[in-house]
């Protein structure tokens, strides 16, 4: 009889320590689901949902331009806890829209489908030159950004909106106009049809100036001595950039890694100008030099 309360002992123990381990394991398998939904509730997620649209109000005096859609998609970013509760209100109710809300283009008398907006820099195709003795700045276009509607999916390739192109030759005064947007296909929207576009057209002024010449990579041990010690510098600039350049914009160099064998003559480089400087000429345009060893 003991040996049998024996091995019943043990097999009780036994048991015992299996519906111990089910336990545990189930309460970890639990932990681990709670942790991974957490997990995902917290994430950030992108999600596609189709939401029905009815509209009302159509203009009986208007063309639809194409067929009204039944259906909008939107393309979300949120959390999948959102997510969760965003989904759950499926079917989703459709959205109204009354055509007496919305704006329409005077000019073009058109209606465009509500989708998705972007806002894209404008590109201005100009191809403009000046007169002889004037220089043209760069056009200012205005607004210089523009909001776009349409599918996500085409709107994802589009970076920008082009101008009509504009030529423009011998310009010897200021310019202002307008030009026509391009739309990159009939899907695509635009809020505007024109921009305003500016360019300036400024005579050229000639000034000289001395500016000394400094001497680099000159061999080691050794001091040059240039002949003559400055350089005389034509340019030419815009009106308005005249005054605020003066000989400490230019940095004249002599490069003695460009020496020529048995020439003591070296070429006279610009490291630093203005860039709204146009040189004309650097005189003299090569200097002589004599290298003395230094004590």
Request: proline share 6%; with cysteine; charged share 20%.
């Amino acid at each position: 009889m003991a040996n049998n309360n024996s091995a019943g002992s043990g097999i009780g123990i036994k048991q015992k320590l299996m519906r111990g381990k089910l336990s545990a394991f189930i309460i970890c398998l639990i932990i681990s689901g709670f942790l991974w939904l957490s997990h995902a509730l917290n994430t950030t997620y992108y999600y596609s949902i189709n939401i029905p649209v009815k509209f009302s109000n159509l203009p009986a005096n208007k063309t639809l331009l194409s067929e009204l859609p039944n259906q909008l998609r939107f393309d979300i970013k949120t959390s999948g806890l959102k997510l969760f509760f965003v989904l759950m209100n499926k079917p989703f109710s459709p959205i109204m829209i009354d055509f007496n809300s919305l704006k329409g283009d005077n000019k073009s008398q058109t209606y465009a489908k509500m989708g998705v907006n972007k806002n894209v820099p404008i590109k201005a195709v100009i191809f403009a030159s000046g007169e002889k003795g004037f220089v043209v700045s760069k056009p200012i276009i205005n607004p210089s950004y523009i909001t776009i509607n349409g599918d996500s999916a085409v709107l994802n390739r589009i970076d920008s909106i082009s101008t009509a192109p504009l030529y423009l030759n011998q310009l010897n005064s200021n310019y202002i106009g307008k030009l026509a947007l391009v739309r990159p296909s009939e899907s695509v929207y635009l809020n505007l049809t024109e921009v305003n576009i500016s360019i300036q057209a400024d005579k050229l002024l000639q000034r000289e100036i001395e500016v000394p010449v400094t001497a680099i990579n000159c061999p080691d041990n050794f001091s040059p001595k240039l002949f003559p010690g400055t350089v005389r510098i034509k340019f030419s600039s815009a009106k308005n950039d005249f005054s605020g350049i003066t000989e400490k914009s230019f940095k004249a160099v002599v490069n003695f890694n460009k020496q020529k064998k048995e020439i003591n003559k070296l070429p006279v480089e610009l490291t630093i100008f203005p860039t709204e400087a146009f040189i004309l000429s650097i005189e003299p345009s090569e200097i002589e030099f004599l290298i003395f060893k230094s004590k």
